[in-house]
């Protein structure tokens, strides 16, 4: 009798730590909205081995045209050496859509301090620079299967960069850095694809996440949602839900700026999450939200524009190697939907979704 309950005892607090051990601890950072520190626009990692880092930029244009532009840097470990890259779509250039993606070794990165240029290659076009909030200017400048990109885009008028806290998020043992380098900014310049240049204005966002470990391995999926309706007024969200979290929480924030006031707080959790198709694939279209203030949310895609990998890239064998190395491919989604809070008027914005699958 006596050793069927103490077999009962140790089963029992056996499944009790492999419960706490198999959620994820996820947090948010203490602390109200606070300046960014000029240094953080730099890498941040670079170091260990795995890494990754991504400056995600997202340009809306008064003509109905998008592109979004993401630098990064990455280790995966034996997969490959460590690298730079970009990733550029661009939506609705003559009713087309383009997509590229470019990497380089790492030890090609340029990190110009002094004249604060950020440029994956010394030899190639393929670039940010400028010092914020003064000034700041993205060229892309490549060819890939058969398509040349120039792209040269300047902002103005940009808003201060911000974080939560100390910009750090907490998933498990792992500080994921999350700094909005860019909520606001004019954007002008163009945008051209196998010579067809389309002059354009609208306006950028950029935000900055950096981790040492793979988002893959992290991460289940991430949100985006922006609306800039004018300088005075805008809404930003970004937060990531992890692997195994608990009870659903995430990491991430809300930024809303309204008639010349800033505020930022903490997505707490996805409180209701339904799904719908989208490019075949299950997507998360309608997303319930709790904020740290207990104050709920609603994003709900109405228009799917784009889809877009990596991987899709690689051939079959290859890319089924890539996946079980990495643990799943991270694969976006955008287009565009809106943010409801109660007893207010809905904003109309655009998404950009991941899922790791």
Known sequence: MLKSIFRILTAALFLIFYYQTAVSQTSNPSGDIKKAPDQLIWAQTLEGSYFNEFWNYQFYFDNGMKAHIVFSVANFGSLKSPVSGVRVSVFDHNGELYQLSREYPIERLVQDKDNHRFQLHPEREVFFEGKLPHQHRIVINTSKDGVHYDIDLSLKNISQAVMLGDGKFNVDSEKIGIVAHIPYAEAAGHISINDNKKRVTGTAYMDHTFQNQTTTRLMHSGYRFVTHHDRENWDILYFMLPKNSNNNRTIGYRIVKSDNDISMIGVKRIEQLHRGRAFNTSVPRIVELRLEDDSTLRISRTEDQEKFSILSELGWLARRAARSFLGGE??????????????????QGDYNFFLVD
């Open 330 to 347: 991270v694969i976006d989604f955008r287009g565009e939907a809106t943010l409801q809070k109660s007893s207010h008027r809905p904003k």
